[in-house]
């Protein structure tokens, strides 16, 4: 049972927008910021979103992440089959002293 | 470019020890954090701990306290991850990653990862 929960799996076709959820605590998402990761199969995983909504370079702007209270969100635009994976939210907890995960999204796209 | 390669993967019997490298490249090492991470089969994400290269501190998750020890050598930019009194649901895919921000590395925030280690533990 993760800390951080999120849909354990989410679906579009492709040119739709989807969210995925990830679910905390004031311990955690609620007082500290989100992290999102895509991971394929036999991969590293890949940071997506830093700092609640930050993009990396390289990042395509059809992805975007939000915070709010004890919740957050990874949204993707324009859905593209490349974007079948694994995603992950992450943060920091402070009553577990660690860093805590979701139990992450499988992406479909249909 | 930053890069971080790890050592290949291991098979190991239960109640023995494992040592997984990640050789560091591209950058300053002792700038940023090393943490690592792992993933059991069909299984997510999960944390295992940090350490500074810089001044060799630690952190480590509560599940593996007192089972892990990270250490680094600077001369070669290679951090080490090991865990002992290996059991079956220690099999996994271990990475390192590099901390993204300098100062802080208690935030979930890695900007390059390892290729990833498999560990199998089996008898």
């Known amino acids: 049972q993760s800390v951080l929960t999120q849909p354990p799996s989410a679906s579009g076709t492709p040119g739709q927008r989807v969210t995925i959820s990830c679910s905390g605590s004031?311990?955690?998402?609620?007082?500290?910021?989100v992290y999102w990761y895509q991971h394929l199969p036999g991969t590293a995983p890949k940071l997506l979103i830093y700092?609640?909504?930050q993009r990396p370079s390289g990042v395509p702007d059809r992805f975007s992440g939000s915070r709010s209270g004890t919740s957050a969100s990874l949204a993707i635009s324009g859905l593209q089959s490349e974007d079948e994976a694994d995603y992950y939210c992450a943060t920091w907890d402070d009553s577990l002293k660690g860093v805590v995960f979701g139990g992450g999204t499988k992406l479909t796209v249909l | 470019q930053v890069q971080l390669v790890q050592s290949g993967g291991e098979v190991k019997k239960p109640g023995a020890s494992v040592k997984v490298s990640c050789k560091a490249s591209?950058?300053?090492?002792?700038?940023?954090?090393v943490s690592w991470v792992r993933q059991a089969p069909g299984q997510g994400l999960e944390w295992m701990g940090w350490i500074s290269p810089y001044n060799g501190n630690t952190n480590y998750a509560q599940k593996v306290q007192g089972r892990v020890t990270m250490t680094r050598d600077t001369s070669t930019s290679i951090a080490y991850m090991e865990l002992r009194r290996l059991r079956s649901d220690d099999t996994a895919v271990y990475y390192c990653?590099?901390?993204?921000?300098?100062?802080?590395?208690?935030?979930?925030?890695?900007?390059?990862w390892g290729q990833g280690t498999l560990v199998t533990v089996s008898s």
């Open positions: 990653a590099r901390n993204g921000d300098s100062e802080n590395f208690d935030s979930g925030d890695y900007d390059y």
């Open positions: 004031s311990s955690n998402i609620g007082s500290n910021s």
């Open positions: 591209g950058y300053s090492f002792t700038s940023y954090g």
């Open positions: 700092t609640n909504s």
